[in-house]
């Protein structure tokens, strides 16, 4: 049970400063830390409620969003053993 004195994350920066001199470079172990924005994809003009081309906007987000998961599912594929170029 954690002490009714102590705030939520004072176990890790306990335990951050006791081994701060032992420990050298990231822990892979644990997630990195931080909020990263979505990609956004820009049009020239704003968009309104009676914007007319909604349909080509909604078709560039789909293929946005396709092209990223390609690049996804590609670095999946590849295995760090065999270079790219011999694919």
């Known amino acids: ?24 470079g990231y822990d892979f172990q644990q997630a990195p830390v931080g909020n990263l924005p979505p990609p956004v994809v820009t ?5 309104r409620w009676w914007t007319l081309d909604r349909w080509k906007r909604r078709q560039r987000i789909r293929q946005e969003r396709d092209r990223r998961l390609q690049e996804i599912v590609q670095l999946k594929r590849r295995s760090p053993s065999s270079p790219a170029s011999s694919q």
């Open 1 to 24: 049970m954690a002490d009714s004195n102590k705030g939520l994350y004072d176990h890790l920066y306990e335990r951050f400063f006791r081994n701060r001199d032992k420990v050298k």
């Open 43 to 47: 049009f020239p003009e704003k968009i």
